[in-house]
Nanobody, 116 residues
Framework: QVQLVESGGGLVQAGGSLRLSCAAS????????MGWYRQAPGNTRELVAV???????NYADSVKGRFTISREDAKNTVYLQMNSLKPADTAVYYC??????????WGKGTLVTVSS
């Protein structure tokens, strides 16, 4: 089994910054893609950013230029640096990690609230 622990969410004013972290542990011998998704109230879960095993990244258009995803494989950890936050970024943010032969796991989510 694989466990994901997210941290870094909270309340921030518009224009502020937050850094999310997600650490994976358990039966892992290879980490493939790692990503962040978010779900706002009444909306479906959407991709925010993803990073491949060779550090290729992809971002939702709504966060390009403001958010940066990175990974630290020695710590089985993925980060999401969020700058210039907007009220529209308010959501529960979920970490997703694809490991070993291709199984994906989800974190429990961390709430990000951006006040205007």
């Amino acid at each position: 089994q694989v466990q994901l622990v997210e941290s870094g969410g909270g309340l921030v004013q518009a224009g502020g910054s937050l850094r999310l972290s997600c650490a994976a542990s358990g039966s892992i011998f290879r980490i493939n893609a790692m990503g962040w998704y978010r779900q706002a109230p009444g909306n479906t879960r959407e991709l925010v950013a993803v990073i491949s095993s060779d550090d290729n990244t992809n971002y939702a258009d709504s966060v390009k230029g403001r958010f940066t995803i990175s990974r630290e494989d020695a710590k089985n950890t993925v980060y999401l640096q969020m700058n210039s936050l907007k009220p529209a970024d308010t959501a529960v943010y979920y970490c997703n990690v694809n490991v070993n032969y291709g199984k994906s796991y989800w974190g429990k989510g961390t709430l990000v609230t951006v006040s205007s």
